[in-house]
């Protein structure tokens, strides 16, 4: 059982790229001048989530470092996720 939905990580992936963007003080002009991401895609990145893997690692790298997404799929073992309500009450 997975209590965190893909829906849930691409509102936190959209809404951390848009906090980066205000702290760097950028307009969404200005990030997509950076990342030759349009500003109409990042405006419906910032409010929708959904937007092209490609797309997002370029909007990524101008506001954070890409090898922290990278990273992520590097030989980290995980922990099993739990597959039953007995497993998630056992941890």
Do not use: H
Not at 1 to 21: E, F, H, I, K, P
Not at 49 to 68: A, T
Request: proline share 4%; charged share 25%.
């Amino acid at each position: 059982m997975n209590l965190v939905s893909g829906r849930d990580v691409q509102t936190t992936l959209a809404g951390y790229v848009q906090q980066r963007r205000k702290v760097l003080k950028w307009s969404r002009a200005a990030l997509a001048e950076r990342s030759t991401v349009p500003a109409p895609t990042i405006k419906k990145f910032e409010t929708t989530g959904q937007i092209s893997l490609r797309q997002f690692l370029l909007l990524w790298q101008c506001v954070d470092d890409l090898q922290r997404v990278q990273s992520l799929a590097q030989g980290r073992e995980q922990k099993p996720l739990p597959q039953t309500l007995d497993e998630v009450l056992a941890q």
